[in-house]
């Protein structure tokens, strides 16, 4: 036998609670072997008692690690030296990470063997440990907080005369098959880490700060919560055709609600950020992280394609009637600015997804971007900025302010709406970008 401590073999002179950090280490790393009754410098000495010891070991091991480790444990006694051995054989368990269960999924529960001594794995050795080994996405993953409460959940669900419970719980994958709360769980609790920041700004750029806030909790009393405070902002304008008065708020109030939705149930949570709403006196903008859905085009999405990112937060969303048909959203969107000079803009960059909602009542300017079917004056800009980039090989956002006489909003969105056309491709960056033709 190895008379020395390695990264698969721990001696202990004695049964002591602490064996339960060996074995979770073992269970989450290569496996290994625990032997009770020998010395760290490989002395025999045994132990009086061994099926006492045993049974101890096993109660002890079954209550207090999670998920349940024991059909990865084997126990046994053996003779060593004509004394009693205690040896406890750990494989590497398929429910990884395991942990303490009164430590909970957090560096205090959670070890690893490296070399001859158990350590705590961090809090980013954790989550990577529960991707690598799930093989899920992120909201049908475990939570790393189990020490979860849903009083807003459940209010929700009893305005909609639906029940909460453990029969719900599990078809709706707050539970994992282990029992244990997912990462969708997590989102819907009232411990939710992630939140929306909302920011107002004067003007129609950052230089003037206004106002912020901040929404935490279930994403539910975020959505409300962020609802709430932007439809405080969402002003009516009254106009007159002689005796009759038109009322026209700002922003569509469907329109909000349906791009607060899509930052909400669409995002990438394994991100940390918080989802962004940036409020401006001509627009809001909903910042949402994660972008596209690996393999969708924006092409795809405005044939209505869709495929979500967290399909069970959505189904979620759908049973409690928050959301509708699954990819109706941005066509609903566009439909509610049909009869408005400026169109809604959707972005997608590597890493996020960007929704800007003009101010219906603030449209002196195009921006941030006109109509495509009309007025027809959009599409005749659009050729004058190609013919002028053949012509000089390349063309500057500010040759085409000085030729189209647009400021500098405008031309910026022309000359980006081109490129995602890939009629023009940009080169450099900042000041030194120009724009040339593609063909």
Same mark, same amino acid.
């Given at each position: ?7 698969d073999?721990e ?13 979770v +280490?073992?269970?989450n790393t ?6 009770i ?18 049974? =101890? ?7 207090s690690?999670?998920?349940?480790v ?5 126990i &046994? ?7 009693? @051995?205690?040896?406890v054989?750990?494989?590497v ?12 999924l ?8 490296? $070399? ?30 189990q *020490? ?6 459940? =209010?929700e669900?009893? #305005? ?5 419970? /453990? ?7 707050l ?17 939710? /880490?992630?939140?929306? #920041? ?6 129609r ?13 279930s ?5 409300? /919560? +962020? ?5 405080l902002?969402?002003?009516? #304008? ?17 329109a909000?609600?349906? +791009?607060?939705?899509?930052?909400? @149930? ?12 940036n ?13 596209? %859905?690996?393999g969708?085009?924006?092409?795809a999405?405005?044939?209505g ?6 399909p069970h ?8 009637r ?11 969107? =566009? &439909?509610?600015y049909?009869?408005?000079?400026v ?5 997608? *960059?590597?890493?996020?997804?960007r ?6 009542? /603030?449209?002196s300017e195009?921006?941030p ?8 004056a959009l ?7 190609c013919s002028?980039?053949k ?22 969105h022309?000359?980006?709406?081109l ?8 080169? $450099? ?8 033709? %593609?063909?």
């Open positions: 036998m190895n008379p020395f401590e390695n990264i073999i001696y202990k002179e004695r049964y002591v609670p602490d064996i339960k950090k060996e074995v +280490a073992f269970a290569e496996g290994g072997t625990i032997h009754g020998i010395q760290n410098n490989g002395t025999v000495v045994g132990v009086d008692d061994p099926d006492s010891v045993m049974l =101890q070991l096993s109660s002890a091991l079954r209550d690690i999670k998920p349940d024991m059909s990865f444990v084997r &046994r006694t053996l003779q060593r030296e004509g004394k009693h @051995v205690v040896e054989q750990v494989d368990g398929t429910g990884r990470p395991y942990y303490l269960g009164d430590k909970g957090k560096p205090a529960g959670v070890y690893v063997r490296k $070399g001859s001594s158990s350590q705590p794995l961090s809090d980013e050795g954790i989550r990577e440990m529960i991707l690598q080994t799930s093989g899920r996405t992120y909201e049908t993953c475990r939570s790393m907080n *020490a979860l409460t849903f009083s807003t959940l459940q =209010q669900m009893e #305005k909609r005369g639906q029940e909460l419970g /453990e029969a719900q719980m599990r078809p709706l994958h539970l994992d098959a282990d029992g244990l709360y997912t990462n969708l769980a997590l989102l819907l609790s009232d411990q939710c /880490e992630h939140t929306i #920041k909302l920011a107002i700004f004067q003007g750029d950052k230089a003037i700060f206004r106002d912020r806030k901040e929404f935490s909790g994403l539910l009393s975020q959505l409300a /919560e +962020a609802y709430t405070a932007i439809d902002f969402n002003k009516t #304008k009254a106009t007159f055709a002689g005796l009759e008065r038109t009322d026209k708020r700002d922003y569509p109030e469907d909000i609600r349906e +791009a607060l939705l899509n930052s909400i @149930v669409h995002r990438d949570y394994s991100f940390s950020g918080s989802t962004l709403i409020l401006y006196d001509d627009r809001i903008e909903f910042v949402s992280l994660g972008g596209l %859905v690996p969708l085009s924006m092409e999405i405005f044939m394609v869709s495929q979500s990112r967290n937060l959505a189904a979620v969303f759908y049973r409690m928050l959301i509708e048909n699954y990819g109706t959203g941005i066509g609903k969107i =566009q &439909r509610l049909a009869a408005d000079p169109l809604p803009l959707f972005e997608s *960059a590597y890493g996020a997804f929704v800007i909602l003009a101010n219906r009542n /603030e449209m195009p921006t971007v006109q109509r495509e079917s009309g007025p027809p599409t005749d800009s659009k050729e004058r900025i002028l980039a012509k000089a090989g390349s063309v500057r956002r500010k040759d085409v302010e000085e030729t189209l006489g647009l400021k500098t909003t405008a031309a910026h022309l000359l980006k709406r490129c995602e056309e890939n009629r023009l491709r940009r080169v $450099g960056n900042g000041r030194n970008s120009r724009y040339e033709p %593609v063909n």
